[in-house]
């Protein structure tokens, strides 16, 4: 590799070692950016000969400080930004081979030039890259009806610790010789090795879409209408999201352009979203099933977007939520997932453990409801102090994780393990399988160099 793909200005260095939340900060000798798989398999072989930690990094937008150096100074960061090619796109099998750091958004619009559909939509997707997805496994909305990112991939090339190149790109639906290799690979978190590039799954492009925003009493009539879109809609229900009160408050006081779709105030909300290949139907599937759930007293108000405007509207509301936290203060968060039927319970008892312990602080809970999934954030008492709010960090995720794992959650559902999640891993994983991790990581890596201090 020439030095045109090795950065070592501390200047251009910068925006490689702090995340997007700034909760992480590193230092590196250097950050590389390689051109081809080869490359990133060449510097991996050099930085085994040597010892020296490699810390991957696609579009630097994870959330638990994953992709950030240590403070060390002896972690090198290498950058897949550079392999950004979409290689074929294959629509008789419905397959599209793309190198790791395509950018998400550049992924949907190649698939979508061809009228197919890469369902794997987040708030990043126009920074965030597929090797990222990949790794960390990541979420997004369309989970309900597509999966995570490990259900859309059918193979991956991966540059190993000792500088092999893993040759897995696989178009099949069906192969069953031996273990599944792709799948250790995704949601390791750069930690077995390197994607380098991915063959993905296309679906069918939806030509019609019907999205609403619900108005609810509380969680469990939430939990009452997922049933009913399940029941009524099927695999046409494309995203089934959940927002306290207070995050509607939020976005509309602090996100310019988003208002609240519904006259009266409601404890809760659902975004809801019908898709399909066909050019009509989901609409007045929609419109029957609210008025199934306002007839059973499920749903107390419903909008539902009239033009592609008002539906980009309503995403906003849900996709600003983060967003619309920071102007409030300091918001500790907790992205935990429990069994759906588990879902009002564990929210009221949450609510009930703040009141008490934190008396104020004010919960704002949201996300995935129809993956349960809930991004379980509080923000901090109107007025008070950042510094004395963030020192309980430690003691109010205590408290909500011990309700995770009451209820046979996960305490981390989406964002994965990276730096932050560490200690809390070895604390809640079983001892049998964290021991098999260990055996797989040195298995694959054996001088710890990927990225070294991450999840486990
Ligand atoms: O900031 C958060 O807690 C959640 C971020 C993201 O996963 C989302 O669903 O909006
Ligand atoms: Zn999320």
């Known amino acids: 590799m020439g030095t045109a793909g ?16 700034e909760a992480f ?19 991996l072989a050099l930085c085994n000969e040597a010892g020296v930690g490699v810390v991957p990094q696609g579009g630097n937008t994870g959330l638990v400080g994953g992709q950030t150096p240590d403070e060390s100074g002896a972690q090198i960061v290498l950058s897949l930004q550079k392999l950004d090619k979409i290689r074929e796109i294959d629509p008789a099998s419905d397959t599209m081979t793309v190198e790791a750091g395509a950018i998400l958004a550049n992924v949907q619009a190649a698939a979508e030039a061809v009228g197919r559909y890469f369902p794997l939509s987040l708030a990043a997707e126009g920074s965030c890259t597929i090797g990222g997805n990949l790794a960390t496994n990541a979420g997004g909305v369309h ?7 490990r259900d859309l991939a059918l193979g991956l090339e991966v540059a190993l610790a000792d500088g092999r190149l893993l040759s897995g790109l696989s178009k099949l639906r ?14 390791s978190e750069g930690t077995l090795g390197i994607i380098t590039a991915a063959t993905l799954k296309l679906f069918p492009l939806p030509r019609s879409r019907a999205t609403a925003f619900v108005g609810l009493a509380d969680p469990r009539a939430a939990l009452k209408l997922l049933t009913l879109a399940k029941a009524r809609a099927g695999s046409a229900l494309v995203a089934f999201e959940l927002i306290p009160r207070i995050g509607v408050e939020f976005t509309t006081r602090h996100i310019a352009g988003v208002r609240d779709p519904l006259a009266g105030a409601h404890g809760w909300y659902v975004l809801m979203e019908l898709a ?21 007293g499920i749903a107390e108000d419903a909008a539902l977007a ?53 008396p104020g602080a004010r919960p704002t809970p949201f996300g995935h409801m129809g993956d349960g999934n809930i991004h379980y954030n509080i923000s901090q008492p109107e007025g008070a102090d950042r510094v004395v709010f963030l020192a309980r960090r430690e003691e109010i995720n205590a408290l909500v994780h011990g309700l995770v794992t009451k209820y046979a959650g996960s305490v981390s559902a989406e964002h994965g ?18 021991e098999l991790m260990r055996a797989i990581k040195s298995a694959l890596d054996p001088k710890g160099i990927l990225n070294p201090g991450k999840l486990l």
């Open 174 to 187: 069906k192969d069953n010789t031996g273990y599944d290799l792709a799948h250790l690979f995704i949601g």
């Open 417 to 434: 393990i990276g730096a932050l999640k560490r200690d809390l891993l070895r604390k809640v994983k079983d001892p049998v399988a964290l």
């Open 306 to 358: 009239a033009t592609l405007e008002q539906r980009a509207g309503l995403w906003k509301l849900r996709e600003t939520m983060p967003e619309a936290q920071k102007p409030e203060g300091v918001s500790i968060k907790h992205d935990v997932s429990v069994p759906l039927e588990s879902i009002p319970d564990f929210l009221a008892e949450a609510s009930a453990l703040v009141a008490v312990h934190a």
């Open 276 to 296: 399909s290949p066909a050019e009509s139907g989901v609409e007045d599937q929609l419109t029957e099933l609210l008025g199934e759930a306002m007839e059973q």
């Open 143 to 149: 989970v309900i009806a597509y999966g995570a990112t």
């Open 6 to 21: 090795v950065i070592v200005d501390p200047g251009d260095m910068a925006a490689y070692l702090r995340e997007p939340r």
């Open 25 to 43: 900060f590193g230092r590196a000798p250097c950050v590389v950016k390689p051109r081809s798989a080869r490359e990133v398999a060449s510097v």
